[in-house]
T-cell receptor, first 115, second 113 residues
Framework: EAGVAQSPRYKIIEKRQSVAFWCNPI?????LYWYQQILGQGPKLLIQ????????DSQLPKDRFSAERLKGVDSTLKIQPAKLEDSAVYLC?????????????FGPGTRLTVT | GDSVTQMEGPVTLSEEAFLTINCTYT??????LFWYVQYPGEGLQLLLK?????DKGSNKGFEATYRKETTSFHLEKGSVQVSDSAVYFC????????????FGTGTRLTIIP
């Protein structure tokens, strides 16, 4: 089966600009996660969707970050305006919401550099 | 809050050496524990998992045992290969899988021939 797809793979922007990332989860996976991985740190959850509803966005900086999951499938994560400290890899993951296995499957990530 | 503390790297070993990467956790309740691996240029992959105390997760020659008394989940392999070179992350979740993962900082492992 196809894995989690993310685009773009790399993005370089200047501070105060806007950027958007796209994620297509594994077909049939109801739960979708966005993680931020800063260099030298482990991934940190930004937001979790169950179908098209938000389950947890407690660590999402809502003054500049937003995310949506249209029709419970694809998702976009937006940063507006970007700051230098937003430089990181943004990982999307998906999982089944029922059944035996709840393993999270990760995409390759989008590496964002803010200059 | 919940947290994972991982052995700092980088770790460099010769091929066929014994590997241990330490991981301890702090959590409310009874977490599930995971080891994820990130090979160069690839995304995170689940390596192994354990869902309750004394469970042993294993995969590709790697093992880790869920030790509730020491709140640990150390990763071990008896004989490492060059292909094991990667970054290894210990993680926990409070509800098996379908809940956010809390990760450690990662340990970069390099195996030299």
């Amino acid at each position: 089966e196809a894995g989690v797809a993310q685009s773009p793979r790399y993005k370089i922007i200047e501070k105060r600009q806007s950027v958007a990332f796209w994620c297509n989860p594994i077909s049939g996976h109801a739960t979708l996660y966005w993680y931020q991985q800063i260099l030298g740190q482990g991934p940190k959850l930004l937001i979790q969707f169950q179908n098209n509803g938000v389950v947890d966005d407690s660590q999402l900086p809502k003054d500049r970050f937003s995310a949506e999951r249209l029709k419970g499938v694809d998702s976009t994560l937006k940063i507006q305006p970007a700051k230098l400290e937003d430089s990181a890899v943004y990982l999307c993951a998906s999982s089944l919401s029922s059944g035996i296995s709840y393993e999270q499957y990760f995409g390759p990530g989008t590496r964002l550099t803010v200059t | 809050g919940d947290s994972v503390t991982q052995m700092e790297g980088p770790v460099t070993l010769s091929e066929e050496a014994f590997l241990t990467i330490n991981c301890t956790y702090t959590a409310t309740g009874y977490p599930s524990l995971f080891w994820y691996v990130q090979y160069p240029g690839e995304g995170l992959q689940l390596l192994l998992k354990a869902t309750k105390a004394d469970d042993k997760g294993s995969n590709k020659g790697f093992e880790a045992t869920y030790r509730k008394e020491t709140t640990s989940f150390h990763l071990e392999k008896g004989s490492v290969q060059v292909s094991d070179s990667a970054v290894y992350f210990c993680a926990l979740s409070l509800n098996f899988g379908n809940e956010k993962l809390t990760f450690g900082t990662g340990t970069r492992l390099t195996i030299i021939p």
